[in-house]
Each structure stands twice: as structure tokens, then as C-alpha cells.
């Protein structure tokens, strides 16, 4: 006889006691059946878009600790085959920031790469007057190739070389200053000339190549004998300092042949009207400089946002590529602007910080040129 079991044979049954037990509803309502609501499109597109945002904001952090070497061939006009291949590496404004244990990016970035000398073209020390980083990258510079020459010039964030309130030791420079030329580097307080064969290099600042020094000598003559009239110390070895560099300045400059060629380094980019102002200024085939940070904001297609200088396009907003990184064509020099390796609290506003724009040093190639 076929009797009907008084329980589900399974306890899986999903209508047995057993398993309906556990619900604590015993009639579905309406919501039972309502189907789940997918996520409104508009909030989908705002998720989309923040975790966009993190991913961009990451992969930019991790580069800005890295850094990048450019590397950019400068064809000089008449340059003889002696110095063709000559190179240059270039870093600019480094702003106090480290990258790493004692500089560890900069010799990563530079690996086996050779060059003949270094130039810095200012803006080294932070805010604060930290000299540290600095040194720490002259450290890594001597020993990746102790026998290049280290230059350097102050830029318009630097605290001032050379003054009567420092004497240091007996010096009229500042502490920075002495804590780099003990690292081997050199304030190009003078032009210097390379010399190889019977073609010269010339390697100076602008401000150099356009002074009057005629002017400049009475000036200095002046504070000489008023620091002597006084006694003060300080002020004596100032005004000493300042006669040697100009009677250097004066004797390099009668030196200068029309034929040679001249870098000039300078923090902050000349234009073209003043690259023509003076009869030396003219003569410049490359000119390095820095300062615009490259622009600090740059978006890919546009280039840098903004800019803060009034001598720019536009005061700076969307002022273009040319104007403030890179490689261009000023009357008959070429001028090369470092986008730098720090950034800037001082000229940008608190928010700014380097997007799209890693940090880089150059390698300078000169190579001959009939143009």
C-alpha cells in the first residue's frame, strides 16, 4: 500500500517546515517580487569618473618620483669638429625637493649616460633655505663622473651668493655657496673658456655678456673705498670679491673672438628684443635657462594651463609649449628652457603641482650646423 510520507522526504525541499522555518515572514508582500533597480546611469559616470581621477592622481604621483632624461641635439652654427658631440647636462630647478635617498632617481635617471660638463641654471635651495638636496645631487653628479665640470648660477628664489652679512670662514659667500664649491662645483661668477685646438667655447651668463663694466668698475672702486674709510672687514672682502670677478669678466671678454662660440646660462628666459640689445648678446648660439617649471599644469593636446608672467601670451594662461619648455628659435640663438625638476608654492598657487609634467634633467648635444 502506497502511503503518502507525512514530511518531505528531502529537507532541501523548499516548501518543507524544516526549511521554511528560518523565514520570519510567512506570506511574501509585494517587494518579493519587485524587480532590483539597476543604478541610476548618472551616478555610474560619477564613480567611473573618480576612480579615474584616483588611478590618473596615482600614476602621477609615482612619476613625479621618478626622473626623466631628455635628451636634445642643438645645431650650432660653424662649431669645428673638436667639439662636435660636446654635451651638456642641464638641470634647473630642483627647489629643495629630494627624489629618493640621497638624490637615488637622479642616478637612476642618468645610468651610463656621459657628458662634459654640468650646468645648473638655478632655483636649487628650498623656501626654506635647505641646502641639503643640493648637495646631495652634487654628490650623486661627482660620483657618476668626477671629471666633468660642475657650473652654477643663483636663481631668483636662491638666497644671494655672495654679501658682507655672510664671511663664512672669510668668504663673501653664502653657506650654500661654499657648501657646493666644497663639493667640486663653481659659481660662474666669471666667463670661463673651453678651449680645444684653436676653437673656443664660451660659457657665461648673460648678464655677463651685457654688463658695462666701465660703469660697473666705478661703482665697485667706489664701495672699496668706502668699506676702507670704514673698516669694515666684511665690506672690504666684499668689494675685493667684486673688483676680481669684473677685472676676470674684463679679461675674458678681450678675449672674445667673433668666431667663437657662446653658451649662456640664465635663470629665467631672455627674449629675442634683448638677445639682440647688445653687441655680445648677439653673438650667443644657445642660451639655457629654467624657471617656468614647465608650466607645473599640463594637459595632454594643450600643453601647460597657466603660467604666472606678465611678459607671456595671454599672462600666462595657456601660454604654449614654446614659451616655457623645450627647444626654440630666438632671432639667430637657440634657446632651451629646462622644465625643471621641483615645483613651486612661491610662484604658483597652493593647489598647483606638477600634472602631466614629471620631472627632467637634459643631455645638451651641440652639433655643426652651416645655418
Not at 551616478?43 to 581621477?53: E, P
Amino acid at each position: 500500500m502506497n502511503r503518502r510520507p507525512q514530511q518531505s522526504r528531502s529537507q532541501y525541499d523548499a516548501f518543507s517546515p524544516r526549511h521554511t522555518a528560518r523565514f520570519t515572514a510567512s506570506t511574501p508582500d509585494a517587494r518579493f517580487f519587485e524587480p532590483r533597480k539597476n543604478m541610476p546611469f548618472s551616478r555610474r559616470i560619477l564613480l567611473l569618473a573618480l576612480a579615474a581621477l584616483l588611478l590618473v592622481a596615482a600614476g602621477n604621483f609615482i612619476a613625479n618620483r621618478f626622473i626623466r632624461l631628455d635628451r636634445v641635439s642643438v645645431p650650432i652654427r660653424g662649431l669645428p669638429e673638436s667639439f662636435d658631440g660636446y654635451t651638456l647636462l642641464h638641470i634647473s630647478d630642483l627647489k629643495g625637493e629630494s627624489f629618493g635617498s640621497s638624490q637615488r632617481a637622479l642616478s637612476l635617471a642618468l645610468n651610463k649616460a656621459r657628458y662634459d660638463a654640468v650646468v645648473i641654471t638655478g632655483d636649487m635651495i628650498s623656501a626654506r633655505g635647505n641646502a641639503q638636496p643640493f648637495y646631495a645631487l652634487l654628490d650623486v653628479l661627482r660620483s657618476h663622473d668626477a671629471s666633468a665640470p660642475i657650473y652654477f648660477i643663483p636663481g631668483d628664489s636662491d638666497p644671494v651668493p655672495a654679501s658682507a652679512a655672510h664671511f663664512a670662514g672669510g668668504s663673501p659667500f653664502a653657506p650654500w655657496v661654499l657648501g657646493a664649491q666644497q663639493r667640486g662645483a663653481q659659481l660662474l661668477s666669471s666667463p670661463q673658456a673651453i678651449r680645444r685646438g684653436a676653437h673656443t667655447v664660451w660659457l657665461a651668463t648673460g648678464s655677463q655678456l651685457s654688463l658695462d663694466i666701465d660703469a660697473m668698475q666705478k661703482q665697485f672702486e667706489l664701495q672699496y673705498i668706502q668699506a676702507r674709510s670704514s673698516g669694515g672687514e666684511n665690506e672690504i672682502e666684499l668689494a675685493t670679491y667684486n673688483l676680481k670677478w669684473l677685472e676676470e669678466t674684463r679679461a675674458a671678454r678681450s678675449d672674445m673672438q667673433e668666431g667663437d662660440t657662446y653658451i649662456a646660462l640664465a635663470h629665467a628666459p631672455l627674449s629675442g628684443e634683448e638677445l639682440a640689445l647688445n653687441p655680445l648678446l648677439s653673438r650667443i648660439h644657445l642660451l639655457l635657462c629654467g624657471h617656468y617649471l614647465g608650466g607645473m599644469l599640463r594637459l595632454p593636446m594643450l600643453g601647460p594651463l597657466f603660467v604666472p608672467s606678465a611678459s607671456l601670451p595671454r599672462y600666462g594662461i595657456l601660454p604654449g609649449d614654446a614659451c616655457v619648455s623645450g627647444l626654440r628659435r630666438e632671432g639667430r640663438a637657440y634657446v632651451y628652457t629646462s622644465s625643471g625638476l621641483g615645483s613651486s608654492v612661491q610662484d604658483y598657487p597652493a593647489l598647483f603641482f606638477r600634472l602631466f609634467n614629471p620631472p627632467s634633467v637634459s643631455l645638451i648635444t651641440l652639433t655643426p650646423s652651416s645655418l
